[in-house]
C-alpha cells in the first residue's frame, strides 16, 4: 500500500474527515473549536465532508453546526445520502454471505446488529455497547428475536465484543473465509465492520473526487482507525490523529497530535508555571510538520539585516 505524500504541495480542496475519535472528542462531543475549523476550511474555498461506520441517523446531529453541503457517506462508505438524509445509492452485501458472516461473528462469541437502510437490528438492547452506540448515534436499535427476513437489502453487520483480541481474530477469519466478497475492518477496537467490498472509506475518496470532479491527489483525508487506512492509500494528503495506533499513523503522511499538550501549556499559562520542556516538545512537533521553514528563511534575512552575518552557501561549507 502505498503511503501519502507527506510533502503535498498541491493545494487542497477538499478535507475528509472521520467522525468518532477524529471530529469529535472521546465522549462524542463537535466541539466549538471544531466548528470554527470547519467554518474556516469554507471560508477558504475548501469542501469539507465526514465519514463514518455510523448509520445515516447517526450524523445527522453534525449537519447543522458543520453547515455541510456535502454527501455523507455512512456505514464507511456503504450508504451515501444527502445532507436531508435522503439516499443517493447503497451497496449491499451479498445476500448468500450475509448469514454465513453472522454465523462467523458468533463463532467468536461476538454480538452481531444488522443495518438494513436507516434502521439498526440488535438481538437485545442490554448487548455490550448498545447503550453506549443509541447515546452516540441518538436513537435506539429495533430488538428482534433473530435475523429471519433480515439478511437481505444489508449493508453492514457489526460483531461487538469487549474481548478486543477475538474481534481481531474475527476479523481474519471474516477476510479469509471471504475474501474479496465483503470489506471487514475494525471502526474501534470492540467493533467489527463488515460491509460490501466497494463499501470502504479508500472508495469514499474516489466516490467524493469524481462527484465534485476534484483529483485525490488534492483530497486530504484525517482518521484514527485502522479502516481508515484505506483513505489514506487514495489521497494527496493523508493525516492520522494523535490518538491513533503506530499502525495507523505509520500509514499516513502526517500525525496530528493529540492536543492534550496544548491544553497544558494553556492551563501552564493561565497558572504562571513553567513547562519550558514540554513547550519545546510541542514546538519540535510542529518544526517535524514544516511548519518552521518559513520562520527559518525570516531568520536567516534577520542575521543578515540586523547583525551583518553573511551564510555561506552549501558548497561553501567544509
Excluded at 493545494?11 to 471544531?34: E, N, Q, W, Y
Excluded at 481474530?169 to 475474501?179: L, V
Aim: glycine fraction near 8%; charged fraction near 25%.
Amino acid at each position: 500500500m502505498q503511503m501519502s505524500n507527506p510533502s503535498q504541495t498541491e493545494p487542497v480542496k477538499l478535507l475528509l474527515s472521520d467522525v468518532d475519535g477524529t471530529l469529535v472528542t472521546k465522549d462524542k462531543i463537535l466541539t466549538p473549536r471544531a466548528i470554527a475549523a470547519v467554518a474556516a476550511l469554507k471560508k477558504a474555498g475548501i469542501e469539507f465532508a465526514i465519514t463514518s461506520g455510523r448509520p445515516p441517523r447517526g450524523m445527522e446531529m453534525l449537519i447543522k453546526p458543520l453547515a455541510i453541503t456535502t454527501p455523507l457517506s455512512a456505514f464507511n462508505g456503504g450508504l451515501f445520502v444527502k445532507p436531508d438524509l435522503s439516499i443517493m445509492d447503497q451497496k449491499v452485501l451479498p445476500a448468500d454471505v450475509t448469514g454465513q458472516i453472522v454465523k462467523t461473528s458468533t463463532s467468536h462469541r461476538l454480538d452481531v446488529w444488522v443495518y438494513r437502510g436507516n434502521d439498526w437490528y440488535a438481538l437485545s438492547e442490554y448487548g455490550p455497547h448498545v447503550d453506549r452506540e443509541s447515546w452516540t448515534v441518538k436513537f435506539q436499535p429495533k430488538v428482534v428475536k433473530n435475523f429471519d427476513g433480515l439478511l437481505d437489502n444489508v449493508v453492514k453487520i457489526v460483531g461487538v465484543s469487549d474481548d478486543l483480541d477475538e474481534v481481531a481474530c474475527a476479523e481474519a477469519d471474516a477476510r479469509e473465509q471471504f475474501g474479496d466478497h465483503v470489506s471487514a475492518a475494525r471502526s474501534q477496537p470492540y467493533y467489527l465492520d463488515v460491509t460490501h467490498p466497494d463499501a470502504n472509506k479508500g472508495g469514499v475518496v474516489r466516490r467524493l473526487s469524481q462527484e465534485f470532479n476534484i483529483p485525490v491527489s488534492r483530497i486530504a483525508t484525517m482518521g484514527d482507525m485502522p479502516n481508515d487506512v484505506l483513505r489514506f492509500a487514495h489521497s494527496g494528503l493523508s493525516i492520522a490523529m494523535g490518538n491513533a495506533s503506530a499502525q495507523v499513523q505509520r500509514a499516513a503522511g502526517r500525525v496530528s497530535d493529540s492536543g492534550e499538550g496544548r491544553w497544558t501549556i494553556t492551563a501552564a499559562i493561565d497558572e504562571s508555571v513553567p513547562v519550558p520542556v514540554l513547550s519545546a516538545a510541542l514546538y519540535e512537533r510542529f518544526s517535524s510538520r514544516g511548519a518552521a521553514e518559513f520562520a527559518d528563511r525570516l531568520l536567516s534575512a534577520m542575521r543578515f539585516e540586523f547583525g551583518g552575518h553573511m551564510e555561506k552557501r552549501p558548497e561553501e561549507i567544509r
